[in-house]
């Protein structure tokens, strides 16, 4: 069975093309239930919350993620997925911009790696 379900913390981050500073990602965890992920930053404030759904026919994986807090609620962002092991890549492009085609960001995608905090 495919689970994104856990913990995770973020390792490296990636946007338009270029690398996040290691202060920008340090410490954020990312929490997947069976339908939902929500993000929290350093200080365990909520930064992004969604519902997703997974198309895992494909490989890698398709990912749907729709907002369900402000001021982005309702806004729709798409992209691909893969875990391995305890690593999750997560690559989507902005609202209103093209699904990412693969795991290196263009202008508008963005790109995380985490790792489960349990392992």
């Known amino acids: 069975m495919i689970d994104l379900t856990g913990g995770y913390t973020l390792v490296s981050g990636e946007r338009d093309g270029h690398a996040l500073p290691p202060d920008r990602i340090h410490h954020t965890v990312v929490r997947f239930t069976g339908d939902a992920v929500v993000v929290t930053d350093k200080d ?3 930064t992004y919350a ?4 997974l198309d ?10 729709t907002a369900t807090a402000a ?11 893969e875990k391995q092991g305890d690593t999750i890549r997560l690559v989507y492009a902005l609202p209103g911009k ?3 085609t693969g795991f290196e960001t263009k202008s508008g995608e ?8 349990n392992k």
């Open 56 to 65: 895992t026919s494909r490989t890698p994986w398709r990912i749907t993620m």
């Open 71 to 81: 001021p982005n609620s309702g806004a729709v962002a798409e992209g691909l997925v």
């Open 110 to 117: 963005l790109l995380f790696v985490m790792e489960n905090r």
């Open 50 to 53: 969604a519902r997703y759904t």
């Open 98 to 100: 093209p699904a990412p």
């Open 44 to 46: 365990d404030h909520e």
